[in-house]
């Protein structure tokens, strides 16, 4: 398997261990040393991690949270079915940076001859971030200021050179904010030099925004009211003003329902909503198709009540479900419960071929994927960051490698 294909896994995978756990039944982590899986000389938390320590100290930070999360049982065995010591998300890993998978033996070399800088004092921060990082879901999540903070740092552990057009295999080698781009020609099997895309940033206020580039939040894109045409950036609308071509404020949304289109502020939990960006947050419009109707709601911590005939997201954090029988967000079932939601903890799948109960999912080298010759055409998941080597076949999980693959691009000639 080429470089190519395997930095392109996580693409597939998503954050896969956000919902991959562990076949023991064990709650209890194993200790650690401090807040970055490291220990200075002197026994204090270490203030700096090394790129040598960090891709094992990452596991080890991805795997208390996850843990945390009852997304495994014990981090032994998240340790054994993710392999973030050999390569690394650091969307996975922070939900910040490239999607992405890169070998740590492809990393090395690009940190030791340059094209990468690693900040060893935002690697220390960021692991503290991982290994507490929250259990709801991201888009409902209320931040912190010290959240955020960490959030940051992990966007600078890894630092790009490569300039725009400037060669790379990741996107990790391109500064700013930039994506890496192959020809369209080449294959799975090729090993090919990209070149850094440079993305667009927002414009800001009073910028032409002809084009397709955004404006920055807190502004929308005029347009001529004889021509119609895109002029500049323009401050958007606050609340009680009237609504500018369907664009309000940061936080306000255009109510059309008005006689004349008007901002409005969000609505409290219980209120009529057509979308999310009515609700206060975190809050959800859920539909209910028994009476049609559409009605703010606070997804619920766990043991909260909840309606598991609504349509959207009630609980708040993602290892909770709600339990059609109780009707509560709580845990989902465990090994060899009954999954009548057909939803189980940590890395089981709810198999209606052994009676609708949670078993473990496949681990390296045991069968994945669907089965065409089985009548019930089951989808049998890999645990961890492993994969499957055939979805429509009899597949097997493999192991990601950790090895480079593809050569490290040499730097462009400099004159």
Request: charged residues 20%; aromatic residues 8%; glycine residues 12%.
């Amino acid at each position: 398997m080429t470089l190519r294909l395997l930095i392109g896994l996580t693409a597939a995978l998503g954050l896969a261990g956000c919902g991959d756990g562990g076949n023991d039944d064990a709650t209890a982590a194993s200790s650690t040393t401090d807040d970055t899986g490291a220990e200075s000389s002197t026994g204090e938390p270490a203030t700096e991690v090394s790129f040598d320590e960090f891709h094992a100290a990452a596991e080890a930070a991805f795997c208390e949270w996850q843990v945390a999360c009852h997304q495994y049982g014990v981090v032994e065995r998240c340790a054994d079915v993710n392999h973030l010591e050999t390569r690394l998300s650091m969307q996975r890993l922070a939900g910040v940076g490239p999607a992405e998978s890169v070998p740590i033996d492809y990393m090395k070399e690009a940190v030791e001859v340059g094209r990468i800088a690693f900040d060893e004092e935002n690697a220390a921060k960021c692991l503290a971030y991982v290994r507490g990082r929250t259990c709801e879901y991201e888009f409902l999540h209320i931040w912190t200021e010290e959240e955020l903070a960490g959030r940051a740092a992990c966007e600078g552990v890894f630092r790009g050179r490569m300039g725009r057009n400037g060669p790379c295999v990741a996107a990790s080698e391109c500064a700013e904010a930039s994506v890496c781009g192959f020809d369209p020609n080449c294959g799975p099997d090729m090993c090919c030099v990209g070149a850094c895309r440079v993305l667009a940033q927002p414009l800001a206020i009073g910028e032409s925004c002809a084009g397709n580039t955004p404006c920055v939040p807190e502004a929308y894109c005029a347009s001529d009211p004889n021509t119609f045409m895109p002029t500049v950036c323009t401050v958007a609308p606050k609340v009680g003003q009237q609504c500018a071509g369907g664009s309000c404020e940061p936080g306000a949304f255009c109510d059309f329902n008005a006689d004349v289109p008007v901002c409005r502020g969000p609505k409290p939990e219980g209120s009529d909503c057509n979308g999310d960006q009515e609700c206060e947050q975190p809050g959800v419009c859920l539909y209910n198709d028994v009476d049609y109707s559409a009605k703010c709601f606070r997804p619920r911590e766990e043991g909260g009540k909840c309606d598991p005939e609504a349509y959207g997201t009630t609980c708040l954090r993602f290892d909770n479900l709600c339990d059609s029988v109780a009707k509560v967000c709580a845990l989902p079932p465990g090994k060899g419960e009954g999954c009548p939601d057909y939803t189980c903890a940590g890395d089981f799948f709810c198999s209606e071929k052994q009676g609708t109960r949670c078993v473990p999912v496949a681990d390296a080298g045991e069968g994945c994927g669907y089965s065409p010759n089985d009548y019930d055409y089951e989808y049998v998941p890999c645990s961890g960051d492993n994969y499957c080597d055939s979805e429509s076949e009899n597949g097997t999980c493999k192991t990601p490698s950790g090895g480079a693959g593809c050569p490290v691009p040499a730097d462009p000639v400099q004159g």
